[in-house]
T-cell receptor
Framework: QKEVEQNSGPLSVPEGAIASLNCTYS??????FFWYRQYSGKSPELIMFIYSNGDKEDGRFTAQLNKASQYVSLLIRDSQPSDSATYLCAVNMEGETGGFKTIFGAGTRLFVKA | DGGITQSPKYLFRKEGQNVTLSCEQN?????MYWYRQDPGQGLRLIYY???????QKGDIAEGYSVSREKKESFPLTVTSAQKNPTAFYLC???????????FGPGTRLTVL
């Protein structure tokens, strides 16, 4: 069973702090990794994607990928109350019958306290 | 504006009825997907289509059916065989199966 695992949280951080969200995946052959943000009652929206080992920065967000450890993380700098949401990690993995499909983690709930 | 639309936003179904959820995209994406989300849970893949006229079952396809006759459309039918259909249904599309997915606003289905 191919899996993507996240700590469900909730993760609570004070406003202005760095929030660190983590994700592990089971398929060593995975090539594409995504972070989505989902506000309560809304659909997920893409924050970042990363394909190569190392860090990728976009504004206050940094995605980190370590394929050897099968680990991907998302750092949110200067956290704001508006960042309070559920963050979904998604990984493209090879399906049991060939081809690729995206597996989503269950998500980590983040609360940023004002 | 380019994007993905889903309709209706809210849908109520009586037990024993089939209902069809609409999903349309004008992003010229090849791949389309249907997910189900239950309260406090992650996304579970129902069906996906990597190209027009072709689709594959996801992890929870039982009680659901789809068609992909046009590139821009991927309707989902929830049949009476689906025993617990009350959930939030999300449609997504991507340029191809390797790239990021973009989601529609979702349809919330309730069985009365």
């Amino acid at each position: 069973q191919k899996e993507v695992e996240q700590n469900s949280g909730p993760l609570s951080v004070p406003e202005g702090a760095i929030a660190s969200l983590n994700c592990t995946y089971s398929d060593r052959g995975s090539q594409s990794f995504f972070w989505y943000r989902q506000y309560s009652g809304k659909s997920p929206e893409l924050i970042m994607f990363i394909y190569s080992n190392g860090d990728k920065e976009d504004g206050r967000f940094t995605a980190q990928l370590n394929k050897a450890s099968q680990y991907v993380s998302l750092l949110i700098r200067d956290s704001q109350p508006s960042d309070s949401a559920t963050y979904l990690c998604a990984v493209n993995m090879e399906g049991e019958t060939g081809g690729f499909k995206t597996i989503f983690g269950a998500g980590t709930r983040l609360f940023v306290k004002a | 504006d380019g994007g993905i639309t889903q309709s209706p936003k809210y849908l109520f179904r009586k037990e024993g009825q089939n209902v069809t959820l609409s999903c349309e995209q004008n992003l010229n994406h090849d791949a389309m997907y249907w997910y189900r989300q239950d309260p406090g849970q992650g996304l579970r893949l129902i069906y996906y289509s990597q190209i027009v006229n072709d689709f594959q079952k996801g992890d929870i396809a039982e009680g659901y059916s789809v068609s992909r006759e046009k590139k821009e459309s991927f309707p989902l039918t929830v049949t009476s065989a689906q025993k617990n259909p009350t959930a939030f249904y999300l449609c997504a599309s991507s340029r191809d199966y390797l790239n990021e997915q973009f989601f529609g606003p979702g349809t919330r289905l309730t069985v009365l």
